[in-house]
């Protein structure tokens, strides 16, 4: 039930852009994300739910796409502050837990 | 507010050893859960609870058993601890299902040596 999660790693110079992409084999009711820096726990960012209604970051969009149980990170003018590992975390419709991918580490550079 | 803690944040056990973590929260929230990182790996869920009195298997839970006999705590036990289970252990928790965040304790580092 793991979704899987691409790229593994990404490195990105101050300014850049970066999409970070999550799938999953099954009919999923919502999609978490969350950064987590080094030595640190995962910190949210944002929900996306069936039908559409999103929660979360104002500097950092997302999107769902229910007919391919997809779900894209958008991380637009990266800051040195986006840096640290983004996990995903899907619900499914009968579910009561999050499972999360194996994250994307991403490295913003000066 | 407090938010979620963990006890202990470090530990070191010898093979064969037990122990528990100790996860507690102020927020007044339904569900709990037992998460467990490796390098490479994610988050795995190991057992969660959706209520006092509650808990249910997660992806990994063999080799560890859990309890949630008061609403604000939920404890990770490790009866006879491998060095397999050497890892970083995040508890969570969150009001109950739908579009509801998680929120992480800060962890705990385990070696089992």
């Known amino acids: 039930q793991q979704p899987v999660q691409s790229p593994q790693a990404v490195i990105l110079r101050e300014g850049e852009d970066a999409v970070i992409n999550c799938s999953s084999s099954k009919a999923l009711y919502s999609v978490h994300w969350y950064r987590q820096k080094h030595g640190e726990a995962p910190v949210f960012l944002m929900i996306?739910?069936?039908?559409?209604e999103q929660k979360g970051h104002e500097k950092i969009s997302a999107s769902f796409n229910e007919k391919k149980q997809q779900s894209s990170l958008y991380l637009t003018a990266s800051q040195l502050s986006y840096s640290g590992t983004y996990f995903c975390?899907?619900?499914?419709?009968?579910?009561?837990?999050?499972?999360f991918g194996k994250g994307t580490s991403l490295l913003v550079t000066p | 507010n407090a938010g979620v803690t963990q006890t202990p944040k470090f530990r070191v056990l010898k093979t064969g050893q037990s122990m528990t973590l100790l996860c507690a929260q102020d927020m007044n929230h339904e569900y709990m859960y037992w998460y467990r990182q490796d390098p490479g790996m994610g988050l795995r869920l190991i057992h969660y609870?959706?209520?006092?009195?509650?808990?249910a298997k997660g992806e990994v839970p063999d080799g560890y058993n859990v309890s949630r006999l008061k609403k604000q705590n939920f404890l990770l036990g490790l009866e006879s601890a491998a060095p397999s289970q050497t890892s970083v252990y995040f508890c969570a928790s969150r009001v109950g299902q739908t579009n509801n965040e998680q929120f992480f304790g800060p962890g705990t580092r385990l070696t089992v040596l």
């Open positions: 975390g899907t619900e499914l419709d009968s579910g009561y837990a999050l499972n």
């Open positions: 609870s959706v209520g006092e009195g509650t808990t």
């Open positions: 996306l739910l069936k039908g559409g």
